[in-house]
């Protein structure tokens, strides 16, 4: 049992250049939209900061990837085409070319 606070309102996540382990606090699922824009989920200050999000597979035991493509939007990786949504029951891997701010919207 997992217990905790669902979010209601926007928040602010610092994301430093690398990877960094992130999760999707909503109890909902968001969709990736393409072409852009929008960037909702994932809203970054400086913008296309985030190039990929990884996440992992425990069924295929497998990472899964979706790149970012500047000015055009979010695509999945040719082996896991149904990472298409960013999902509350997984944890994910940002790439990250430069400092940023993530402006999280719960998706309530």
């Not at 960037?39 to 190039?51: G, K």
């Not at 695509?75 to 993530?102: A, H, I, K």
Request: hydrophobic content about 35%; aromatic content about 20%.
């Amino acid at each position: 049992t997992f217990v905790g606070i669902v979010p209601m309102q926007n928040s602010e996540y610092e994301l430093v250049t690398g990877w960094n382990i992130m999760g999707w606090y909503s109890p909902n699922r968001s969709t990736f939209p393409a072409p852009e824009p929008p960037t909702f989920p994932i809203n970054v200050s400086p913008a296309d900061s985030v190039q990929a999000i990884d996440r992992y597979n425990s069924v295929s035991d497998r990472f899964e990837v979706i790149a970012h493509y500047y000015g055009w939007g979010w695509w999945p990786s040719f082996n896991n085409l149904d990472f298409t949504e960013m999902d509350p029951t997984y944890g994910y891997y940002f790439d990250v070319n430069e400092s940023s701010v993530w402006y999280h919207d719960p998706n309530t």
